[in-house]
């Protein structure tokens, strides 16, 4: 069976920055392999178009720029926040609003999404919005295990957001989607790359 749009893909890969020799920045081992529903918006558009038609067994390797991964750096996603927000009954959680810490946040709308912090002052705390992977070329290796039908409550789970498929994560070491957080594929933040 070829991987095309609804079917249930298990892959096990490696994400590195810097060439198919540089940094490795995620891993999905075959024990705890990446799997999601082809096709569903989970997942980055050009790594489903990279493996659209891989059946059980083919090995991939391939190149995501910049561009068609997660963007180039924003210099407007660099903001500044009044230290007031990150209280708690008065109090400011001094171990949360460290500088280099990712911080889960909302905007406005009620969108999740994860800043970094860059400074932290007496008034106020700058956090970076870019995904971590932000104007970096991604490059991929791996092999895909398993490919199948995706049942219906997958596939409900998966378009109607009642779950997270587990993809490249947003932080290095946490894979991927709501298993991580996401540096890869899935979109998200680093590790499954979707919440």
Do not use: W
């Not at 280099?100 to 705390?125: C, F, H, K, S, Y």
Request: charge should be negative; aromatic fraction near 6%.
């Amino acid at each position: 069976m070829e991987i095309s749009r609804n079917k249930y893909v298990t892959v096990s890969y490696v994400l590195r920055l810097q060439g198919f020799e540089g940094e490795i920045v995620e891993e999905t081992p075959e024990d705890k392999p990446l799997e999601f529903i082809f096709g569903t918006g989970r997942m980055l558009q050009m790594f489903e178009e990279k493996l659209d038609g891989l059946k059980a067994g083919d090995n991939f390797s391939f190149k995501l720029t910049s561009e068609e991964a997660y963007g180039e750096i924003n210099p407007e996603a660099k903001v500044e926040i009044p230290r007031n927000i990150f209280e708690v009954d008065g109090k400011v959680d001094e171990e949360l609003i460290k500088v280099g810490n990712m911080v889960p946040m909302q905007d406005a709308q009620g969108n999740r999404l994860n800043g970094i912090v860059l400074e932290v002052t007496d008034q106020n705390v700058k956090m970076d919005f870019n995904h971590p992977l932000a104007g970096d070329d991604l490059y991929f290796s791996g092999s895909v295990s398993n490919v199948r039908e995706a049942t219906e409550s997958e596939l409900m789970a998966a378009v109607g957001g009642g779950g997270c498929g587990s993809g490249c994560g947003c932080e290095s070491g946490e894979t991927v989607g709501c298993e991580s957080g996401s540096c890869g594929p899935d979109g998200s933040g680093s590790g499954g790359c979707g919440c």
